[in-house]
């Protein structure tokens, strides 16, 4: 548990830059802070994107992005390490190797591999590369249903993807179910003794931008606040829910999620 009352645990977020702040690197600076955490941060990808898509993306180098995140985690004591949009089998290669060098620190993967508008953003080469290099070194991803069933390479059920995406040894997964056509969004945890918790919300009208990157951020910061896995995902799972039922609107498209709700409100 981090007990430290006056310094914050560190997160180090690694993931793509969007400059509508929605999304990306500034949601996670936003949702890390709003859940007690610092945000130390590497870009991978530089995006051009607004509220209703990504319309180009640019990777920076492999060796930069390690380069960056070294600095951080040989100076900082990095509580959690959270992964977003990677790009390319080069970066998610890169980034297999740095959590190689520091198997002691929680992470949890956002595995981004499309876009709310349905974009692609994952090659065949990259989901191979997550499957057999990145998924064993997490300790928690968190897929929507249909980025579940990509990375396991079926039209499974649920349940049964959660057991492929365990088999190929991650130690938990967190499978939204924003996706699926029901009234209520149901997210589901599983480790690997089965479903160990299950939460339902009510679904909100609309399309948000950023959400999954404010959920797995969330999570991040409160496993570096010492949290458990189940506590950590309920906690992010209800900051998320508020972020998105508080969400406004920036651009012509997607709502972004107020993830600053807490002090807006207080300067309200």
Known sequence: MHTDTHNPPVVLSIGGHDPGGGAGIQADIEAIAANGGHAATVVSCLTIQDSCDIHALHQVDS??????SKAVLNDCEVGA???GLLGSP???QAASRLLEEYPDIPVVLDPVLATGAGTDLASEHLIRVFQKDLLPQCNLITPNSLEARRLSGA???VDECARDLLDKGVKSVLITGTHEQTSIVSN???NDTGLIDESQWE?????????GCTLAAAVAASLARGCTII??????????WESLHRGFRTGRCQSLPDRLYRLNRQSR
């Open 203 to 211: 679904r909100l009208p609309g399309e948000y931008h950023g959400s």
């Open 155 to 157: 039209n499974l059920s």
């Open 63 to 68: 060796a930069l992005m390690t380069a960056q």
């Open 188 to 190: 589901r945890l599983y």
């Open 90 to 92: 080069q970066l998610a």
């Open 231 to 240: 506590d950590a995902v309920r906690l992010a799972q209800a900051f998320t």
């Open 81 to 83: 390490i959270k992964l």
